[in-house]
C-alpha cells in the first residue's frame, strides 16, 4: 500500500453499526491486534492489552453492560482495550522490585499506551476489509466489566470496540475544518466562525433528525456561558447545540473509585 492508499484508508474512517453474520477468524483478529501492538508504547514498556470476545452469551452481556446497543450483540467480536500495568507488576516482582502505582502519571500513560495501540488496529481492521466501532459505554458498569472479563488488578479497560464485516457502506462523518484543530506555535481560540461552519455542516448531514430539541439561547445560560462564545449562532440544531447539551452533564462519576480499586492511587 502505497501513502497515497494509506492517506486515503485514514481518511475515510467511519464508525460501522450494523454487520454481517460473518466470523472473524483467529489469524485475522491476531494480525489486527498485532498491529496495535507494533503501534507507539512509552519506554517500550507495553501498557496496552486487547480482550477478545466472541462468545455469544458473553457479548450479550457486554452489551448490556454497554447500554443495550444492538451492534455489540450483532458483531460476531468484541475486543476490550485495556491500560494494564499488571504485566510490569509480574516482570518488577521476578527482579525484586516493586512497581509504583500511586501517582496519576503511572494510570494516564497506561491509558494512552492502549489508546494509541487501539486506534492502530482500527487502521489494520479497516485495511482489511472489517469495520469498527469504538464503545466508550464499556464505562458504564466498570466493575462488572472487570468481573466479567476477569481483569486482574493494575487492569482497566479504557474503551470497548466491535469488529466485524460491515453490512453495508456507511458515510463518513464530516470533521471540524483542519484550522479549528491545528494551530500554529500558539493556541488560538478565535474559532467562531469554524464552529458555526461546521454547525451548519453537521446539521445539513440530517444526523440529528429526530433528536432535535428547543433551542436553549446563551441568555438562558449561566453568567460563564453569556461570557464566552456569546457571538456563535443559536438558532439551528447542529453540532454545537448537540454536543453543548451532552457535556453539560456530568456522566461516569464513580470511575477514579474504579480506578482506585484496581490499585492506581491518582495522587
Not at 100 to 128: H, K, R
Request: aromatic share 6%; proline share 4%.
Amino acid at each position: 500500500m502505497n501513502s497515497t492508499a494509506i492517506l486515503d484508508l485514514l481518511h475515510s474512517h467511519r464508525s460501522i453499526r450494523k454487520y454481517k453474520p460473518d466470523l472473524v477468524d483467529d489469524e485475522t483478529i491476531r494480525r489486527v491486534v498485532a498491529a496495535g501492538q507494533s503501534a507507539a508504547t512509552s519506554s517500550n514498556l507495553q501498557m496496552g492489552t486487547a480482550v477478545v470476545v466472541r462468545n455469544r452469551d458473553r457479548r450479550w452481556e457486554l452489551a448490556r453492560l454497554c447500554g443495550d446497543q444492538e451492534h455489540i450483540r450483532e458483531a460476531p467480536v468484541f475486543i476490550a482495550w485495556c491500560a494494564d500495568r499488571s504485566r510490569l507488576d509480574r516482570a518488577s516482582l521476578s527482579r525484586g522490585y516493586e512497581q509504583n502505582t500511586e501517582y496519576l502519571e503511572s494510570f494516564l500513560v497506561a491509558a494512552v499506551d492502549a489508546a494509541i495501540m487501539m486506534q492502530s488496529a482500527v487502521t489494520a481492521a479497516e485495511a482489511l476489509g472489517l469495520g469498527t466501532c469504538y464503545i466508550g459505554a464499556i464505562r458504564n458498569d466498570p466493575v462488572a466489566v472487570i468481573e466479567l472479563l476477569e481483569l486482574p488488578q493494575r487492569v482497566f479497560p479504557i474503551a470497548g470496540m466491535t469488529l466485524g464485516y460491515p453490512r453495508h457502506p456507511s458515510r463518513v462523518k464530516p470533521r471540524l475544518d483542519l484550522d479549528a484543530v491545528l494551530h500554529w506555535e500558539r493556541y488560538d481560540p478565535a474559532d467562531h466562525e469554524l464552529l458555526e461552519q461546521y454547525d451548519r455542516v453537521m446539521a445539513d448531514t440530517g444526523i440529528y433528525r429526530g433528536r432535535e430539541q428547543p433551542l436553549r439561547s446563551v441568555a438562558q445560560g449561566n453568567d460563564r456561558n453569556r461570557d464566552a462564545d456569546a457571538s456563535i449562532a443559536t438558532d439551528l440544531y447542529g453540532w454545537i447545540e448537540h454536543s453543548a447539551r451532552r457535556i453539560a452533564e456530568p456522566k461516569r462519576t464513580r470511575l477514579s473509585e474504579v480506578i482506585r480499586r484496581q490499585g492506581f492511587d491518582l495522587k
